[in-house]
């Protein structure tokens, strides 16, 4: 046919059998302008059903079907091909070339090629998408550069937030000048920069006492070289210098920033650098309430930092704080609040209670030996109780056991100071009555009968699906053996669905339980419930292990508070060995 010179009907034959190629393309103009137009529109399409869509791209640009073209490779994913296109044959302000970029950006982004993501939304002349996706890399370095991107469109507020993940990542890594220097250039977060000097400078007190929690290999800010005088002065004076906040106004301005942050509660999971994080923002909210004189306010956050170390299991970091923020204990706070006030706050009771709780913990460690040297606690109490454990002990022991040279007094140690610690000791047993809140008693029992119901319940799931599990497993006249085994272990999970009585508890009976213990919980007042000071029975066996070992040391009225209120709410499994030793 192509002999004879019939040209149109070998085109049309070649594309219907998807025979066409480059040859005879070529020689399509010869049958004419319409017939070529035909015959490269006939082999693009060919050229798709054979996977070759540049090639196919190519040929529809040689009859000026550009936006044909562009749209061909763009459906195929070749976005860089597509890119060029556009660039080389339409005007810069068409808008398909910034659909490209954007659909470009959007498939890098799904597959997590931020950076690369990044670049197609600059050239799509979207810095603020830009911006979010390079954060999704999550490095210190993309951060700041995300943060300068957002700053440049005027994104102030995401600019401050990504600038304040930076400065939390280069937290993680201790890199102490690099976390300040990503949060100066924002005044919004004035207030994290002072959280962050505050943590900085607590780390380094850490560090000084030789915890893990404190342990750093990078540099500090010159400003934290000064170690002298107590740490709350210290914080202050940076703050003035450093930060330049001179007036109550600027205190106010910085709380403000701070107040409306809420992080989740400590669990025993939660890493310690992040613990140490949340907890300084409380203190950071404390410091700041004692400069404007809100003391209220000043005691709830001193009293959430203890909280937090308190429920993340951490009791080096809460003694720490303890010791660093309440030296002297709460009378201070007292008297600023105001006789009347102060008796009334439940946040300063919880806070009171917590001090108290500590000092009966160090008195109570003081009078074991030898005392551990890692325990902040044992340190200061083993220095404070010398002279009444060394009487102590040699009151309880018989002749044989006395040595000669351990009964004799310290010749360096002066009487009145033996007598001073002996007078200390009596004063924090006797305050102790504080501890004896029989409503926090009663809400405590509420609370550990739902986790244990909560604990049974979870054991009786486990062994049905044990059982479940056996009953898949077994054929034959064995499986009615196992059914009913099953049934018996699902009705009585080992001993702690058992009562006293050792009768199997039923299902109602666990669901009534933990009803009825959900309803008293509910009846208590938030500010009960909000603070877990004092933890009455735990204080109470504190007390009795003190009286058994020192007789002398508790009064027999503490005793038999202590005694009762053990009794009276120690019914759960956890208390009940032990109200069977100090109680019978």
Request: charged share 25%; proline share 4%; net charge negative.
């Amino acid at each position: 046919m192509l002999w004879k010179g019939d040209l149109k009907g070998v085109l049309q034959t070649a594309a219907e059998r998807g025979e066409l190629t480059d040859n005879l393309v070529a020689m399509a103009p010869v049958a004419g302008y319409h017939v070529w137009l035909w015959a490269v529109e006939a082999f693009a399409k060919q050229l798709c059903f054979q996977d070759q869509y540049v090639k196919a791209a190519s040929h529809l640009l040689s009859i000026h079907k550009v936006y044909e073209a562009v749209e061909l490779l763009k459906s195929n994913h070749f976005y860089r091909e597509a890119v060029v296109v556009a660039k080389a044959r339409l005007r810069p302000e068409d808008p398909i070339l910034k659909d490209l970029y954007l659909s470009w950006g959007a498939v890098l982004e799904k597959d997590g090629h931020y950076a690369v993501a990044a670049k197609c939304y600059l050239g799509a002349g979207s810095a603020y998408d830009a911006a979010k996706v390079l954060a999704k890399k999550g490095d210190a370095a993309s951060l700041k550069t995300a943060a300068e991107l957002a700053s440049i469109v005027g994104e102030d507020e995401l600019s401050a937030s990504l600038a304040l993940r930076c400065a939390q990542e280069l937290l993680l890594a201790r890199n102490w000048v690099g976390a300040q220097e990503a949060l100066q250039l924002h005044e919004s977060l004035k207030g994290q920069r002072l959280v962050f000097c505050l943590l900085e400078l607590l780390s380094k007190h850490l560090e000084e006492r030789q915890l893990p929690e404190g342990k750093s290999s990078s540099s500090y800010n010159t400003w934290s070289t000064a170690t002298e005088g107590p740490l709350v002065e210290r914080v202050i004076a940076i703050w003035k210098s450093a930060f330049s906040l001179d007036t109550p106004e600027h205190y106010q301005a910085a709380f403000r920033q701070l107040q409306n942050i809420k992080y989740p509660s400590a669990t025993n999971n939660t890493p310690s650098k992040q613990l140490l994080l949340h907890i300084c923002h409380d203190l950071t909210l404390a410091v700041l309430s004692q400069q404007v004189a809100s003391w209220d306010q000043a005691v709830e956050a001193l009293l959430r930092a203890v909280v937090r170390s308190y429920d993340s299991g951490n009791f080096t970091i809460m003694q720490e704080v303890h010791s660093a923020f309440l030296p002297e204990g709460c009378d201070h706070l007292r008297d600023k609040l105001g006789a009347h006030q102060s008796s009334d706050t439940p946040a300063f009771k919880s806070l009171e209670a917590f001090f108290i709780y500590g000092h009966l913990y160090e008195f109570w460690w003081s009078l074991s030996t030898p005392c551990p040297k890692s325990s902040v606690w044992v340190r200061a109490a083993h220095r404070r109780t010398t002279s009444v454990e060394q009487s102590q002990q040699l009151d309880d022991a018989s002749p044989e056991e006395i040595d000669p040279q351990a009964s004799q007094p310290e010749p360096t140690r002066p009487l009145e100071l033996d007598m001073r610690l002996t007078e200390e000791s009596e004063r924090i047993l006797n305050i102790c009555k504080k501890l004896f809140s029989e409503q926090h008693a009663r809400l405590q029992n509420s609370q550990r009968t739902v986790a244990e119901v909560q604990e049974t319940l979870a054991e009786m799931i486990r062994q049905h699906q044990k059982s479940q599990l056996c009953k898949s497993t077994v054929n034959g006249p064995d499986k009615n053996d196992s059914e009913q085994e099953a049934e018996q272990s699902l009705s009585n999970p080992q001993s702690q669905c058992k009562e006293e009585k050792n009768e199997p508890l039923s299902l109602p009976e666990l669901t009534k339980r933990l009803t009825e213990a959900n309803e008293r919980i509910a009846n208590f007042p938030e500010s009960v419930k909000t603070w877990p000071f004092p933890d009455v029975l735990e204080s109470c066996l504190v007390l009795l292990h003190i009286r058994s070992q020192c007789p002398g040391h508790v009064t027999q009225e503490i005793q038999q508070q202590a005694q009762e209120l053990l009794q009276k709410y120690g019914n759960t499994k956890v208390y009940k060995r032990h109200c069977q030793t100090f109680c019978t």
